[in-house]
C-alpha cells in the first residue's frame, strides 16, 4: 500500500540536543510537509518543499530545519530543542499544491527532557 | 488569531444517529474546505472535501454542507456508527495559496 511513513513514532530528546525526525513516501508525490502539532492545538504547518524547492514559514523558528534528498524522504532538524519544542510532528505529502488533498504519516512525538 | 475554528472539544452521539461536527472561519477568501479524520496513534485520514462552488457535497454516510454567507461549514454522518468516534478536523485554503489552516478538532465518541 502506498503511504506515508514516519520514524520513529516516538522520540525522546535532552534539552539542547539535535534531533532529527525522518518521513518517507512511497505516494511520488512531488510535495511534502511538516506540521507541529501540540496537544488541544490545529496542526501547524512549519514548512513545505515542492520538489526541491523549499518554503519557510515566515513564523518557524530557526531552529527548525528542513532536508529532502530526493523524492521520497523528507527530515525535520531540530537544532536545538526546548522544552516547548515537545509536540506531535506530522509529515504530509500531496500531488501537487493546493487544492490537493494532502495525506498524512501517523506523526512523531517528541519529548524533550 | 484563529481563522478556523472549531468551537465544540467534544460531541456524544446515540449509534444511529445522527453526528454534526461544525467548523466556523473568518476569512472569506477561503474556498475549499477538507474535513479529516484522526484516530489515536495514527496521522489524520482525508474524509471529504468541498469547494466553494457547491453548497453540498456527499460520499455515502457523509455529508459536507457549506454556507458562505455563514462562514460556516458542518459535517453530517448518518447513521453514526462506535467506528467513527475519531478526532474531526476542519481545515480549509484561500484562492491562490498553497496552505491549509486546520481547525482544533472535535472529539467524536459514538455510543453503542
Known amino acids: 500500500d502506498a503511504m506515508v511513513i514516519q520514524n520513529p513514532r516516538y522520540q525522546v530528546t535532552q534539552f539542547g540536543k539535535p534531533v532529527t525526525l525522518s518521513c518517507s513516501q512511497t505516494l511520488n508525490h512531488n510535495v511534502m510537509y511538516w506540521y507541529q502539532q501540540k496537544s488541544s492545538q490545529a496542526p501547524k504547518l512549519l514548512f513545505h518543499?515542492?520538489?526541491?524547492?523549499?518554503?519557510n514559514e515566515a513564523d518557524t523558528p530557526d531552529n527548525f530545519q528542513s532536508r529532502r534528498p530526493n523524492t521520497s524522504f523528507c527530515f525535520l532538524d531540530i537544532r536545538s530543542p526546548g522544552l516547548g519544542d515537545a509536540a506531535m510532528y506530522l509529515c504530509?505529502?500531496?500531488?501537487?499544491?493546493?487544492?490537493?488533498?494532502?495525506?498524512f504519516g501517523p506523526g512523531t512525538r517528541l519529548l524533550v527532557l | 488569531d484563529q481563522q478556523v475554528k472549531q468551537n465544540s472539544p467534544s460531541l456524544s452521539v446515540q449509534e444511529g444517529r445522527i453526528s454534526i461536527l461544525n467548523c466556523d472561519y473568518t476569512n472569506s477568501m477561503f474556498d475549499y474546505f477538507l474535513w479529516y479524520k484522526k484516530y489515536p496513534a495514527e496521522g489524520p485520514t482525508f474524509l471529504i472535501s468541498i469547494s466553494s462552488i457547491k453548497d453540498k457535497n456527499e460520499d455515502g454516510r457523509f455529508t459536507v454542507f457549506l454556507n458562505k454567507s455563514a462562514k460556516h461549514l458542518s459535517l453530517h454522518i448518518v447513521p453514526s456508527q462506535p467506528g467513527d468516534s475519531a478526532v474531526y478536523f476542519c481545515?480549509?485554503?484561500?484562492?491562490?495559496?498553497?496552505?491549509?489552516?486546520f481547525g482544533t478538532g472535535t472529539r467524536l465518541k459514538v455510543l453503542a
Open positions: 518543499y515542492y520538489d526541491k524547492d523549499f518554503n
Open positions: 481545515a480549509a485554503m484561500g484562492s491562490g495559496t498553497y496552505k491549509y489552516i
Open positions: 504530509a505529502t500531496s500531488r501537487a499544491l493546493a487544492p490537493e488533498t494532502q495525506y
